[in-house]
């Protein structure tokens, strides 16, 4: 299902685009992000430019609420996917992102790792990114290339008004100047059915949508055999209340199933 060449690029550089694979299942997935949109969770977000000129809404932690995301996470071919791709004998649900930018919206999504916001450490993880648009190349995921070997994670901050996440920053590192640097930025043109998929700790983000066209994507996160638990200095996003873990224990499986091995 995964050539050789796509699990090194995996591997050193965090991230792989991979052509087709999901084509089947666009339809579900449209129909899951339609009943999202139409019945938002309690979780959701809307975010808006300062000068209010466009909207950025997200959701998340809906896969056992929405059919069509059970479906697609019980049923197609992700999760062995991702034991490809992570190298890991088991994979474990960790939960589902929908991001839906309105069109011509000026709302950028600024660069970071997801694992900073995360309670989970490891390096057998993984994120689909799965767009039910076309996306031009230039309106599409950006990432940096080998940034999930970087040996700090970078600061999480609020996107609303880019202050620290965490009161505690101690134990992450400043997000360098990626857009006048020298590191690698990757970024395809992409149809339905392709999935960009990168690890926890790969750096990425993505332009304003300011072409008349609406851009939405279902994201959905699964780890591996070295996942942990652990404990930030915060509030994490997205947050599981009363989720009672300890540093070093596996993910507790009641909320978040195992889905292959």
């Known amino acids: ?7 090194e690029n995996y591997q050193t550089q965090g991230v792989v685009v991979l052509r087709g694979v999901f084509k089947d ?11 999202n949109i139409a019945h938002p969770s309690s979780r959701a977000i809307t975010h808006q430019s300062a000068d209010k000129t466009g909207r950025f809404f997200e959701d998340f932690g809906n896969w056992q609420q929405i059919e069509e995301y059970r479906q697609f996470v019980e049923q197609s071919p992700m999760a062995a996917i991702a034991a490809q791709l992570m190298q890991s004998k088991r994979v474990q649900f960790f939960h589902d992102h929908y991001l839906d930018k309105a069109a011509v919206s000026s709302v950028a999504t600024p660069w ?9 450490e490891g390096m057998q993880n993984i994120s ?3 767009p039910l648009d076309a996306r031009q190349k230039q309106f599409s995921l950006k990432c940096v290339a080998g940034s999930h ?17 965490y009161a505690d920053s101690s134990e992450f590192m400043a997000l360098p100047d990626i857009d006048n640097g020298d590191d690698q930025i990757l970024s395809w043109a992409v149809e339905p ?15 304003a949508n300011n072409i008349n066209s ?5 994201s959905f996160r699964l780890v591996g055999d070295d996942a942990r638990y652990v404990q930030r200095p915060g509030k994490t996003s997205p947050d599981y209340p009363n989720i009672n873990q300890h540093n070093g224990e596996h993910l507790r499986e009641d909320w978040f199933p195992f889905i292959y091995g």
Request: net charge positive.
């Open 25 to 35: 299942w666009i339809s579900t997935l449209n129909r899951g992000a339609d009943y």
């Open 214 to 218: 609406v851009n939405r994507t279902i």
């Open 128 to 130: 689909f990114w799965i």
């Open 149 to 165: 070997l970087w040996p700090k994670l970078i600061m999480p901050t609020k996107w609303s008004n880019s202050a620290e996440f």
């Open 1 to 7: 299902m995964i050539c050789a060449q796509q699990l």
């Open 193 to 207: 059915g392709d999935v960009v998929a990168f690890n926890f700790k790969t750096v990425h983000g993505a332009n």
């Open 112 to 120: 970071h790792q997801d694992m900073p916001y995360y309670f989970v």
